[in-house]
């Protein structure tokens, strides 16, 4: 280490021994490596101290540090030789621990396919629905019923009702009437007319 | 005897229907005092400990054999005891109506109505000037001073960070101090 020639000169005058020879080499030996590692070797022993409650407390507070930490409260005798669970204890079997995650997740998936599709298949169904057709099933009436029908319940048409009213009303013309009429034959147009005398036909 | 089998040894008895009880008897005694008296420094009163401690190994009993070994046996104790103490204390507001404040100063009250306090004595004050601090904190230095847990533990027992309990911690002894000072 060196020294100032302030301080040289003054050991010189104290004793120049030492001042002149200067002897200032440390005979000490260091360790190898002591000083890269001090820091790093510190740390721990640092944390280990402040872990420590009382060195803790000590830093803190050295007040609380130095009281008796015997708490004051008195216990009856014997009470912990003699200290026993005076409800009974369950016997029964523990009950099974069901987790809030089930492990069947592919149960709960299908089930829940299922209701899915059935209440597609319901919207389905609901919004197409074709109930039997009505054309198809007129081919099933005969032509006897289907006029004793007609003249049953007095279904007519009256030409010039609104289509408001609940009976159907068509207006017909001769022109209509030939178009309507052109690709009957003769033949089954006869079938047609009735055989009563004196009535007049009402077109439908 | 309690104090030499090892709590690995003492779950694995209690596992067995055969030596379950005989486990259990050797748990309580290995661990009766702490709870007890983690339990009273927040209670004060004998009685109501008694009754807390009662219902702490009866859910011991119940879950133990569940106790997935994650953390020290004692700390799985103390957080139950802790809890249990806690729905004591909510109970307790639910009958009388009161609010925490008046609460606290009831334990006060009892600390006082005690047949040995001496107000003069540094050990009373000190228990005073603990009921003066907030719930949670108080929980906090009576587990760090009295049981001198590590924070890594007491974050299991109290579920907050460790440095937030050293937080606390230390706010709980500087207003200690400055009550034992000040009284």
């Known amino acids: 280490m060196e020294r100032s020639k302030e301080i040289e000169a003054e050991l010189s005058g104290i004793a120049p021994a030492l001042g002149k020879n200067g002897i200032s080499v440390q005979p000490y030996q260091v360790p190898a490596g002591y000083f890269e590692h001090f820091a790093e070797n510190l740390l721990p022993k640092i944390k280990a101290e402040e872990e420590n409650p009382d060195t803790e407390l000590n830093i803190i507070s050295p007040l609380l540090a130095g009281l008796n930490r015997k708490t004051p409260y008195r216990v009856p005798d014997q009470y912990f030789n003699e200290f026993r669970i005076q409800k009974d204890l369950p016997v029964s079997p523990e009950a099974r621990i069901i987790p809030i995650h089930s492990g069947n997740r592919l149960m709960r998936y299908a089930a829940a396919a299922v209701i899915t599709g059935a209440i597609a298949t319901a919207a389905f169904f609901s919004f197409h629905t074709t109930g039997p057709d009505p054309l198809s099933a007129l081919t099933r009436v005969s032509d006897q019923e289907m006029a004793n029908y007609l003249e049953n319940h007095d279904v007519h048409w009256v030409p010039g009702t609104s289509a408001a009213t609940p009976t159907a009303s068509v207006n017909f013309d001769e022109n209509d009437i030939s178009d309507l009429l052109s690709n009957v034959s003769d033949t089954e147009l006869e079938q047609y007319l009735p055989d009563l005398p004196g009535q007049k036909r009402t077109t439908n | ?183």
């Open chain 2, 1 to 183: 005897m309690a104090e030499q089998i090892t709590d690995s040894e003492l779950l694995a008895l209690f596992r067995e229907p055969a030596t379950k009880e005989k486990a259990f008897t050797i748990l309580v005694k290995k661990y009766q005092e702490r709870l007890y008296w983690h339990i009273r420094r927040m209670l004060v009163d004998h009685e109501d400990s008694n009754d807390v401690m009662q219902n702490v190994f009866i859910r011991v009993w119940n879950a133990l054999a569940n106790f997935r070994e994650d953390a020290q046996l004692y700390t799985w104790l103390y957080r139950i005891a802790t809890n249990e103490c806690l729905t004591f204390i909510e109970q307790q507001k639910k009958k009388a109506t009161v609010s925490m404040n008046d609460l606290e100063s009831g334990l006060s009250n009892k600390i006082r109505a005690d047949k040995d306090f001496d107000a003069n004595k540094l050990e009373w004050k000190l228990q005073l000037a603990i009921h003066q601090l907030p719930e949670k904190q108080r929980i906090v230095f009576t587990l760090r001073y009295y049981d001198e847990m590590p924070y890594e533990e007491m974050s299991q027992v109290l579920e907050t960070s460790a440095g937030a309990l050293k937080a606390s911690y230390h706010h709980a002894a500087k207003k200690i101090e400055d009550f034992i000072l000040n009284h």
